[in-house]
């Protein structure tokens, strides 16, 4: 009785603040629950190794989707690709590549899954510093398209030059304006090359001069008139004679 009695006369501000701050230590409990909660998924987005960011393609694609992948990733295998052979005028000519000197500002590796069967691209991104031939404005950047295998020594028969490529390092480049009749077909899915990149090289081969650490790497046997240059200067003052 005296329990009730004094249960009775507790001003009822002091219930009313108990229930207070009983209900702001349900809602911190379920606001620290909903942030674990969305740490857990961010966590697991991110780790997930099925966890790829996609690269938006158009309608004229069809049938497959490319994603940004770890160069880990990549599964180039034994190519048995032959280069078609051209003579020093036919490289400039053939397919009107822009020419540029730049520096390697990324290096980004690209999985392409046509309709369930797998291809490997790497994308280059070029800070242009000087520009010889083409449409193209000095400090501007260029996304370039080409073979797996930047950066590493990879079996492949066509990219022995771009597999000396490296983050930072300075050459003159020479890729190919892509346009709409570029398309790649295979397993019966369709690429809109120009959905990926605006530019692309022929091959990993022929299209770069590039200033390395042992010096200046290139297919010197494709390009006879410059098969004494020792800097990249050389090959420079070569464009700026060919392209005036």
């Known amino acids: ?15 009313e603040e108990s229930m207070e701050v009983e209900g702001k230590k349900r809602r911190h409990r379920r606001w620290m629950g909903d942030l674990i909660a969305v740490a857990a998924v961010t966590l697991f987005a991110v780790t997930w190794d099925g966890f790829k960011e996609q690269i938006p393609l158009s309608d004229s694609s069809s049938n497959m989707s490319v994603a940004y992948i770890d160069e880990k990733d990549i599964d180039v295998g034994m190519s ?9 005028d036919e490289l400039f000519s ?5 020419v540029v000197r730049g520096v390697v500002k990324q290096i980004d590796h690209i999985e392409l899954d046509f309709n369930g069967q797998e291809e490997y691209q790497s994308i280059v991104t070029i800070g242009v510093t000087d520009v010889y031939r083409g ?3 000095p400090g501007s950047e260029m996304k370039v398209l080409t ?7 990879v079996l492949q028969s066509d990219a022995d030059i771009i597999s000396e490529l490296r983050l930072g390092m300075e050459g003159i480049f ?18 809109q090359v120009m959905d990926v990149s605006d530019y692309g090289f022929p091959d990993g081969e022929r299209y770069m001069f590039l200033n390395t650490d042992e010096g200046l790497v290139f297919s010197r ?12 200067d050389d090959v420079e003052a ?5 392209f005036r």
Do not use: C
């Not at 048995?80 to 020093?88: D, Q, R, T, Y």
């Not at 053939?94 to 822009?98: D, R, S, T």
């Not at 046997?221 to 990249?232: F, H, K, N, Q, V």
């Open 135 to 137: 449409e193209v404005e």
């Open 147 to 153: 073979v797996a295998g930047v950066g590493s020594k």
């Open 1 to 15: 009785m005296r329990l009730t009695r004094l249960m009775g006369d507790v001003d009822d501000r002091f219930v």
């Open 174 to 191: 020479m890729p190919r304006l892509h346009e709409t009749s570029h398309v790649w077909s295979q397993n019966g899915a369709t690429l």
């Open 80 to 88: 048995s690709a032959n280069l078609i052979e051209m003579s020093e």
């Open 221 to 232: 046997d494709a390009y006879p008139s410059l098969r004494g240059a020792e800097t990249l």
């Open 238 to 242: 070569f464009m700026m004679d060919r």
């Open 94 to 98: 053939k397919w009107e590549p822009v």
